[in-house]
């Protein structure tokens, strides 16, 4: 059993909860989309109900989501195809990082839709 106390544990979690949340958001996403095909009245009542601030905030955290399990994806590719016995800095190293990326991706994205009025 892993140690629960350890980065590597925590990045575990965070990989594993973040695909469960795109997991869960892409037929919502889907649905969405398929209301586009039913005509533009349709659609618009969808973007207007998005506005919502809470809506936007949400949007800030899946594509935070989406930063993180990208990143932590690739940190356990690197740690599977890497050398037999992966250092420390490759296994522990791209956690905090990862997090911070993830975050700072969010904002960003979180500050353009909110200044674009969308």
Not at 39 to 58: D, I, S, T
Not at 75 to 92: C, D, H, T, Y
């Amino acid at each position: 059993m892993r140690n629960r106390g350890e980065r590597g544990y925590w990045a575990f979690v965070g990989h594993r909860l973040s695909g469960l949340a795109l997991a869960a958001f892409v037929p919502l996403h889907f649905l969405l989309l398929g209301e586009a095909l039913n005509g533009a009245q349709a659609l618009q009542g969808w973007l207007h109900w998005a506005e919502r601030g809470w809506v936007k905030l949400a949007e800030w955290g899946l594509v935070s989501f989406l930063v993180l399990h990208l990143i932590f994806g690739l940190r356990i590719l690197a740690i599977e195809f890497g050398p037999r016995q992966a250092p420390v800095n490759l296994r522990l190293g791209w956690i905090l990082p990862g997090l911070v990326v993830a975050l700072i991706i969010g904002a960003l994205f979180f500050w353009m839709a909110a200044g674009s009025g969308r």
